[in-house]
């Protein structure tokens, strides 16, 4: 018998699993392991509300958590309730798949004011994430700066800009459909420090935001390039780069606008009184296409500050590390003997949740010819008796059934759900409720 335990819950540790499933069929336990008591990861708290196509994937995690094979074991914190060195005892592989749950820091003066903050933060907290719940954004208005060019900023602009009943369906969570809901903002601004031709947004996400019932994208015409440099571009960048080419057209006002700012990079934020101001400053492309200042400057004013910019995986003690790269030092995966790295931890934060597909069966592979027929570990049982010994309270796919039994009871009329927010609310539902 092979035994595995995989850290992190969301698309890499599920299609890990379902990997290493597929290669060694009733010869291996999976155990995933998660902090929080609830499952699914950036599915669940990362991945905009709105986009409930996305999120229904995780019926297919649903699928291989049922397995035999594998077991979900929830509210279990590496690093507290066990260490990465006892996992690698325990077990004959150790894939970690934390995800990149950190922001990127933004680096300039003012980054860390009241009213700024980063996607991560506030993305969990529409998504009802524990540790964001309580963000509380500044959406007093009149402007919001959304700062970054890829689909996380136009995730952040389109939620700024929905209207309540824009979120029919979706899951946010009502604390935020509440904040939301008559906000005081009429300005979005988005600001890419490059061109139109270097947004990392795709079509799809940057055609949505031009069907929102009070919102309006704006491009200036100036910003634009040659329309026949389009060519050069590939047919995904292009459909995107003809979409920002509408935007540049007038069209009806509405309350509020999106504001596509090219060429501009923020250098400082700084606040009087409850206002912030970012101060930005013009680019130009050099050769390599990289945004240089040329050295003019203006101000936007904002309530909020959303850095969208990227994300680290946070480092886990003991585990090799490289710091440039923000996230774990890996050959292909591999990190050490039985460790290895899956997702966002091996590759940065890049891709769609799909990409992690491909991801996971790569590991499986690696785990397969590194590790044999496996080498008579304890794995789960020696875990059960770790962490009962540490009186930690793991909760398993079952007492998540539950909790998501009580969140569905929950929910407003028409959505999915009201996901609890607090790990003690969690973990009493699954209490509360037959497991
Ligand atoms: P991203 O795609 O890497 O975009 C990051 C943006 O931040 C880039 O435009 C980058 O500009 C800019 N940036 C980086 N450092 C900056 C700085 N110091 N100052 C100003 N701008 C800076 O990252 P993301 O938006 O966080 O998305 C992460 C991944 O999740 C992506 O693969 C994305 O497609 C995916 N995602 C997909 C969906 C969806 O499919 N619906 C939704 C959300 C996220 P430069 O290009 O100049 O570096």
Same mark, same amino acid.
């Given at each position: 018998m092979r035994h595995v335990a995989v850290i992190g819950s969301g698309p890499a540790g599920y299609y890990t699993a379902e990997a290493c499933g597929k290669q060694f069929g009733a010869d291996v336990r999976i155990d995933i392991l998660d902090r929080l008591p609830v499952p699914y990861g950036l599915i669940r708290t990362g991945v905009a509300p709105d986009h409930q196509s996305i999120k229904s994937v995780s019926r297919r995690y649903e699928a291989t958590a049922l397995t035999d094979s594998v077991r979900f074991c929830g509210n279990v914190t590496l690093g507290q309730d066990v260490a990465v060195a006892e996992l690698l005892d325990l077990y004959d592989a150790v894939v970690l798949a934390t995800g990149a749950p950190a922001d990127r820091p933004l =680096?300039? +003066? =003012?980054?860390?004011? +009241? =009213?700024v903050v980063g996607s991560a933060a506030f993305v969990g907290w529409y998504n009802g994430h524990p540790d964001h719940a309580d963000l509380s954004p500044a959406l007093s208005g009149p402007g919001a700066v959304v700062i970054g060019a890829g689909n996380v900023a136009l995730d952040v602009a389109r939620i700024l800009a929905k209207s309540t009943d824009e979120f029919a369906g979706s899951d946010i969570v009502g604390h935020a459909l509440e904040a939301l809901d008559g906000h005081g903002i009429d300005r979005v601004t988005i600001l890419a420090r490059r061109g139109p031709n270097e947004i990392a947004m795709t079509p799809k996400e940057l055609g949505e935001i031009a069907h929102l019932s009070r919102a309006v994208p704006r491009v200036d015409p100036a910003d634009l390039p040659p329309i026949e440099a389009d060519a050069a571009l590939d047919p995904g960048q292009r459909k995107a780069v003809a979409l920002l080419r509408s935007f540049s057209v007038p069209s009806a006002e509405q309350s509020i606008t999106i504001d596509f700012d090219f060429f501009a990079a923020p250098v400082a934020i700084e606040r009087a009184g409850d206002a912030l101001s970012v101060v930005i400053e013009r680019t130009r492309l050099d050769d390599h296409g990289r945004a240089i200042g040329t050295g003019e400057t203006y101000a936007i004013p904002a309530s909020l500050v959303v850095s969208c910019i990227g994300y680290r995986t946070p480092p886990i003690e003991g585990v090799p590390y490289d710091e440039a790269l923000g996230r774990f030092a890996n050959n292909d995966g591999r990190i050490a003997p039985g460790l290895y790295a899956v997702g966002w931890a091996r590759r940065g934060p890049t891709g769609t949740i799909g990409t992690n597909r491909p991801d996971g069966f790569l590991i499986a592979e690696h785990i397969a010819a590194d590790i044999g027929q496996g080498s008579g570990k304890a794995g789960r049982d020696g875990l059960d008796s770790l962490l009962a010994s540490r009186g930690v309270d793991l909760v398993t796919f079952q007492g998540w059934q539950a909790i998501e039994r009580a969140e569905v009871a929950n929910a407003r009329l028409g959505a999915p759900r009201e996901k609890f927010t607090r790990v003690d609310a969690m973990l009493a539902a699954r209490t509360d409720l037959p497991g």
């Amino acid at each position: 018998m092979r035994h595995v335990a995989v850290i992190g819950s969301g698309p890499a540790g599920y299609y890990t699993a379902e990997a290493c499933g597929k290669q060694f069929g009733a010869d291996v336990r999976i155990d995933i392991l998660d902090r929080l008591p609830v499952p699914y990861g950036l599915i669940r708290t990362g991945v905009a509300p709105d986009h409930q196509s996305i999120k229904s994937v995780s019926r297919r995690y649903e699928a291989t958590a049922l397995t035999d094979s594998v077991r979900f074991c929830g509210n279990v914190t590496l690093g507290q309730d066990v260490a990465v060195a006892e996992l690698l005892d325990l077990y004959d592989a150790v894939v970690l798949a934390t995800g990149a749950p950190a922001d990127r820091p933004l =680096g300039i +003066p =003012g980054h860390d004011l +009241p =009213g700024v903050v980063g996607s991560a933060a506030f993305v969990g907290w529409y998504n009802g994430h524990p540790d964001h719940a309580d963000l509380s954004p500044a959406l007093s208005g009149p402007g919001a700066v959304v700062i970054g060019a890829g689909n996380v900023a136009l995730d952040v602009a389109r939620i700024l800009a929905k209207s309540t009943d824009e979120f029919a369906g979706s899951d946010i969570v009502g604390h935020a459909l509440e904040a939301l809901d008559g906000h005081g903002i009429d300005r979005v601004t988005i600001l890419a420090r490059r061109g139109p031709n270097e947004i990392a947004m795709t079509p799809k996400e940057l055609g949505e935001i031009a069907h929102l019932s009070r919102a309006v994208p704006r491009v200036d015409p100036a910003d634009l390039p040659p329309i026949e440099a389009d060519a050069a571009l590939d047919p995904g960048q292009r459909k995107a780069v003809a979409l920002l080419r509408s935007f540049s057209v007038p069209s009806a006002e509405q309350s509020i606008t999106i504001d596509f700012d090219f060429f501009a990079a923020p250098v400082a934020i700084e606040r009087a009184g409850d206002a912030l101001s970012v101060v930005i400053e013009r680019t130009r492309l050099d050769d390599h296409g990289r945004a240089i200042g040329t050295g003019e400057t203006y101000a936007i004013p904002a309530s909020l500050v959303v850095s969208c910019i990227g994300y680290r995986t946070p480092p886990i003690e003991g585990v090799p590390y490289d710091e440039a790269l923000g996230r774990f030092a890996n050959n292909d995966g591999r990190i050490a003997p039985g460790l290895y790295a899956v997702g966002w931890a091996r590759r940065g934060p890049t891709g769609t949740i799909g990409t992690n597909r491909p991801d996971g069966f790569l590991i499986a592979e690696h785990i397969a010819a590194d590790i044999g027929q496996g080498s008579g570990k304890a794995g789960r049982d020696g875990l059960d008796s770790l962490l009962a010994s540490r009186g930690v309270d793991l909760v398993t796919f079952q007492g998540w059934q539950a909790i998501e039994r009580a969140e569905v009871a929950n929910a407003r009329l028409g959505a999915p759900r009201e996901k609890f927010t607090r790990v003690d609310a969690m973990l009493a539902a699954r209490t509360d409720l037959p497991g």
